[in-house]
Nanobody, 124 residues
Framework: QVQLVESGGGLVQAGGSLRLSCAAS????????MAWFRQGPGKEREFVAA????????YYADSVKGRFTISRDNAKNTVYLQMNSLKPEDTAVYYCAARTMLSVRVGADKYDYWGQGTQVTVSS
C-alpha cells in the first residue's frame, strides 16, 4: 500500500507562484510513475503533469506547459509541482497520484494511489 500526502496549496494572485509537494510512503517509490491531476469547480479531473519512474522523463498538459515543472527527489520519496505564472483557470484541487509501473500514462484510471488533494486558488 502507498500513501500520498499533498501540501503547499494556498491562495495566490494571478501571476504568482506556488510549489506543491507530495510525500509518498512505500519501498518502491523510485519505480513508480508519479503525476499531478487537478479538478476545478464543476469540472472533471484532468491530467496536469507526470514524471516517469525510470528516467525522470516529464510530460505536461498543453495548458500548463512552460509554466509548471514536475520533479522528484527519490531520496525523500517526494514529488513536486512548481507552478509559475498562475492563472485564475488554474484554480482547482490538485491531487498527487502514483502508478505502480515505470512509464507515464495520462488517464486517471491508470493510477493506483491518490492523495487527498490540496486546494490552489488563484485570484484575478
Amino acid at each position: 500500500q502507498v500513501q500520498l500526502v499533498e501540501s503547499g496549496g494556498g491562495l495566490v494572485q494571478a501571476g504568482g507562484s506556488l510549489r506543491l509537494s507530495c510525500a509518498a510512503s512505500g519501498r518502491a517509490f523510485r519505480r513508480y510513475a508519479m503525476a499531478w491531476f487537478r479538478q476545478g469547480p464543476g469540472k472533471e479531473r484532468e491530467f496536469v503533469a507526470a514524471i516517469s519512474g525510470s528516467d525522470d522523463r516529464t510530460y505536461y498538459a498543453d495548458s500548463v506547459k512552460g509554466r509548471f515543472t514536475i520533479s522528484r527527489d527519490n531520496a525523500k520519496n517526494t514529488v513536486y509541482l512548481q507552478m509559475n505564472s498562475l492563472k485564475p483557470e488554474d484554480t482547482a484541487v490538485y491531487y498527487c497520484a502514483a502508478r505502480t509501473m515505470l512509464s507515464v500514462r495520462v488517464g486517471a484510471d491508470k493510477y493506483d494511489y491518490w492523495g487527498q488533494g490540496t486546494q490552489v486558488t488563484v485570484s484575478s
